[in-house]
Nanobody
Framework: QVRLMESGGGSVQAGGSLKLTCAAS?????LAWFRQAPGKELEGVAS???????RYADSVADRFTVSKDSDKYTLYLQMNSLKPEDTAIYYC?????????????????WGHGTQVTVSS
């Protein structure tokens, strides 16, 4: 059972930055960030796999960067130019396949989430 722990959430003003961290307990083929805003569906934000491929939602592609620590089972999400619409709970997820991309149904393990709030 892969355990995931997110950290780094908080409250910032629009235009600010945050860096989220996801610490995984063991090696996995794919790691990803998802988010869920109040009253909205879960959304895939960014993903990474062991081929080094990354994928982003169109809404964040020019503002967010996902990266993986080469020495640890840790995934990061650098979020810049934050907007109020980025406000959500952000979840880290892990999958045993490299093809998981940003599709939630492909992920088997989930963290408890970290809150990100962006004020205007």
């Amino acid at each position: 059972q892969v355990r995931l722990m997110e950290s780094g959430g908080g409250s910032v003003q629009a235009g600010g930055s945050l860096k989220l961290t996801c610490a995984a307990s063991e090696y996995t083929q794919s790691l990803a960030w998802f988010r869920q805003a109040p009253g909205k569906e879960l959304e895939g934000v960014a993903s990474w796999n062991t081929w080094g491929e990354t994928r982003y939602a169109d809404s964040v592609a020019d503002r967010f960067t996902v990266s993986k620590d080469s020495d640890k089972y840790t995934l990061y999400l650098q979020m810049n130019s934050l907007k109020p619409e980025d406000t959500a709970i952000y979840y880290c997820a892990a999958a045993a396949t490299r093809y998981a991309l940003t599709y939630a149904q492909n992920y088997d393990h989930w963290g408890h989430g970290t809150q990100v709030t962006v004020s205007s």
